[in-house]
């Protein structure tokens, strides 16, 4: 019995002491991936000449060698603070001579030894990456598009996607309709093209700094709201300067974003020559056959609907989804329905517009990889895609995006709702 629990002691205290030691050898190569991508102290930075994964790199006629994997110790700290190579010669002068401690030598042997392990999903014959989509009908139209996208290799390399990944099993994410972490700084997996989800309402256009968004931000597709209103009662006389009466109705609550939101809609409306309404739900609107613009979710769309008279009600098509095909035909026929993106038909269910999203963000992919050079790594396509532009998708539209603005496009939709035959029609393209 003695020796038993001795016995789990000592296993107890090895898994202790190996957890211990685990976290400290991450530690380790963390700080040595600072060194690694940063340079130390100033100094420049090993990745400029031996690349993204260590795998050495030529550039102006010089071969910087590759330093991936276990370098011996005494042979890293005489390359790096000596300045003399394996062969006991002189490297060449622009291999800096670093001032650099014996604890950042070893922090740097460490990361050295594990280099890759920052880029998970790509290897030199295939790149991983990951949608994050429920099973339904959304998700597969989705995975339908980015397959369609990915029937090709780049440099070699076989585009392999993976549902709902984990973050360490993918290079970066494409067309998701769902993250699991918020948009904020913390975030580090890239992604390009995040879908919304159908059905809810969101008013934020804050992106994470490793996000690139196809679609234009929500201020601009409510701006564009005003202005198809607009055209729509002007279109028979386009000199009339006549002042438009609209309703502005939203869901009453605390969101910062839609309050910064109004804000903006209450300026255009002025310039716009509009008379803007506002009213929390759910008062009635007081004039019939006055247009409304509705800010909310498809929850209250039948209300909203019924108290409005008999006017065009305009909305997002992303906030209200499929439930405007639901309605009966009288009152589907009022809806004008904003979706933020080119689709390739005139006819459409919402699934096969998302399809034509994410084939979209699967082409800008391809782009940027194609763009970033075999020597892959993420911070080579981040900078490739913070510098696309006009990159045009056939059936979407042009994308640009710029180091400051990572929204690619500024186009849509104006879709009529056929509750009849439960598909949208294109009435306008902006």
């Not at 003695?2 to 400290?24: H, I, Q």
């Amino acid at each position: 019995m003695m020796a038993s629990l001795w016995t789990a002691l000592f296993v107890f205290l090895w898994l202790l002491f190996a957890d211990v030691a685990s976290a400290a050898d991450d530690q380790a190569w963390q700080r040595g991936q600072t060194i690694y991508h940063k340079g130390w102290n100033g100094q420049a930075a090993c990745v400029r000449c031996h690349g993204n994964q260590g795998q050495g790199r030529e550039e102006g006629g010089l071969r910087a060698p590759p330093i991936a994997g276990k370098p011996d110790r005494q042979y890293l700290q005489r390359a790096l603070l000596d300045g003399v190579g394996s062969n006991g010669q002189a490297l060449h002068p622009l291999m800096p001579r670093y001032h650099m401690d014996a604890s950042s030598v070893d922090d740097l042997l460490a990361y050295l030894s594990v280099i890759g392990r920052d880029t998970p999903g790509l290897t030199d014959t295939v790149l991983r990456v990951g949608v994050s989509v429920p099973a339904n009908a959304y998700g597969a139209a989705i995975q339908a598009g980015l397959i369609k996208a990915f029937d090709q290799q780049v440099y070699g390399r076989k585009l392999e996607l993976l549902l709902n990944p984990s973050a360490d099993q993918v290079f970066v994410e494409v067309a998701s309709l769902q993250t699991r972490q918020s948009t904020t700084e913390a975030k580090v997996l890239p992604d390009i093209g995040q879908l919304p989800l159908p059905g809810v309402a969101n008013f934020s256009d804050t992106l994470a700094p490793v996000s690139f968004q196809l679609l234009p931000t929500i201020r601009e597709q409510a701006s564009a709201l005003l202005t198809q209103a607009a055209l729509d009662a002007r279109g028979a006389a386009p000199n009339n300067r006549a002042t438009q009466q609209l309703t502005l109705i939203y869901d009453l609550g605390n969101d910062p974003a839609l309050h910064a939101l109004l804000k903006v809609l209450r300026q255009q409306a002025r310039d716009n020559h509009q008379s803007l309404r506002e009213q929390v739900w759910s008062a009635k609107v007081r004039k019939p056959g006055e247009a409304v613009i509705y800010l909310g979710s498809s929850a209250n769309l039948r209300e909203v609907l019924a108290a409005t008279g008999d006017g065009l009600l305009y909305a997002s098509a992303i906030h209200i989804g499929e439930a405007s095909l639901q309605l009966p035909p009288a009152q589907a026929a009022r809806l004008r329905l904003l979706l933020p993106w080119h689709t390739s038909s005139p006819v459409f269910d919402l699934p096969a517009a998302y399809s034509d999203a994410a084939y979209a963000a699967g082409m800008v992919l391809i782009e940027a990889l194609k763009r970033s050079g075999r020597q892959l790594g993420r911070p080579e396509l981040l900078q490739q895609l913070s510098q696309l532009r006009d990159f045009t998708v056939s059936g979407f539209g042009e994308i640009s995006f710029r180091p400051d603005q990572h929204y690619g496009s500024h186009g849509g939709q104006l879709l009529v709702v056929d509750a009849a035959h439960g598909v949208f029609t294109v009435f306008r393209t902006w």
